[in-house]
């Protein structure tokens, strides 16, 4: 892509895990990052505190938008308005287990969301060059037949979530094919941070284990704890992001560690950091199983590597060290404020 002054990004689901990192990155490469958010009585910003904060960043310019991916004019309005170069669509409601229960809502946001989307690209394409990054998902390959899964890995997808995705994916191919618009599709295995949410297993047991090392929490009830996946650091993933929309040609690239692990492993690793045994404070709730399970995601990132360059760098024990003293930490600033014991339960 030419290099014309300062180029723009736009960002759905910049409050998020990703979306706050891939701010940041941006911002440090001298774009001026818009952000899109949905109107809400309070504020959900926490993510992007270190943007205002580090003086790093001073200078660089980054804007918050109100906005929807349920509103399809308001969303081009605002890519009208703002002529970005690079589209990031990361909003979703990505949370497997709650589109069983929200599925009209998941697929609204996640499949019509992304079709929104791509066609205000292609309102925009008509006047410059828009790059888009689709924020595909692993669930997408769901009953697998094979492992790893790659780029041409049948998708079977299991939840509503994922069926969705692959809707989002299938309408991203089409219109790079019909409209020439350059959009790639990211299959992201599980990537995980200090930054994730705290409904979703990973962050769960790590915020737990801080807090029952603290004595502020007693139990930690899950559901299947013998699913395998592939977990990679949230931070390396959004760099795949950017390069994905820096090549000549656009394409497809499944980002992962070509490595998995169970749940057991995690509560290994995440407890035995604090000097626990995990055993002794997670129960089984049957509520917590999925209708239909994903048994085992294994990614084959070998194009993303022979392409773009990229590669895992932070290993999956490094991974859940870094998240546990990051909410051990949490636990210690509670204990401080003066907050009581509580049992946490992970969906």
């Known amino acids: 892509?030419?290099?014309?002054?300062?180029?723009?990004?736009?960002?759905?689901?910049?409050?998020?895990?990703?979306?706050s990192y891939l701010a940041e990155l941006l911002l440090a490469k001298g774009y001026e990052v818009h952000g899109m958010v949905r109107r809400a009585s309070t504020f959900n910003t926490g993510r992007l505190e270190r943007i205002y904060q580090d003086p790093h960043e001073q200078g660089a310019e980054f804007k918050l938008h109100y906005g929807d991916l349920a509103d399809g004019q308001s969303l081009t309005n605002l890519v009208l308005d703002i002529e970005p170069d690079e589209i990031y669509n990361?909003?979703?409601?990505?949370?497997?287990r709650v589109s069983f229960d929200n599925p009209l809502y998941t697929v609204d946001v996640v499949a019509n969301g992304a079709l929104r989307v791509l066609e205000a690209a292609r309102q925009l394409n008509k006047r410059k060059e828009v790059r888009v990054y689709q924020a595909?998902?692993?669930?997408?390959?769901?009953?697998?037949?094979?492992?790893?899964?790659?780029?041409?890995?049948?998708?079977?997808?299991?939840?509503?979530?994922?069926?969705?995705?692959?809707?989002?994916?299938?309408?991203?191919?089409?219109?790079?094919?019909?409209?020439?618009?350059?959009?790639?599709?990211?299959?992201?295995?599980?990537?995980?941070?200090?930054?994730?949410?705290?409904?979703?297993?990973?962050?769960?047991?790590?915020?737990?284990?801080g807090r029952i090392k603290e004595g502020l929490q007693e139990k930690l009830y899950l559901g299947n704890l013998d699913s395998r996946r592939d977990w990679g650091y949230a931070k390396e993933y959004v760099e795949a992001m950017w390069l994905m929309l820096q090549r000549d040609e656009p394409d497809d690239y499944v980002v992962a560690t070509n490595e998995t692990h169970t749940i057991r492993e995690f509560l290994d690793v995440a407890f035995g950091t604090l000097g626990l045994d995990w055993e002794d404070y997670v129960e089984i709730d049957p509520r917590y199983f999925r209708p239909t399970e994903v048994e085992l995601l294994l990614g084959d990132y070998s194009k993303a590597r022979d392409l773009l360059g990229w590669e895992p760098k932070t290993t999956f024990a490094d991974l859940a060290r870094l998240m546990v003293e990051a909410d051990w930490e949490m636990a210690r600033v509670e204990v401080h404020a003066g907050s009581f014991p509580s049992t946490v339960r992970s969906e």
């Open 1 to 19: 892509m030419a290099e014309t002054g300062r180029r723009k990004a736009f960002i759905t689901g910049v409050t998020g895990q990703d979306g």
């Open 90 to 96: 990361l909003g979703a409601q990505s949370h497997v």
């Open 136 to 209: 595909s998902s692993s669930e997408m390959y769901g009953e697998v037949r094979e492992a790893p899964q790659s780029e041409a890995t049948e998708f079977r997808p299991r939840s509503p979530y994922a069926c969705a995705k692959v809707f989002a994916f299938h309408q991203t191919v089409n219109y790079r094919e019909a409209y020439d618009l350059f959009a790639c599709n990211g299959i992201l295995f599980n990537h995980e941070s200090p930054r994730r949410g705290e409904t979703f297993v990973t962050r769960k047991i790590t915020r737990a284990a």
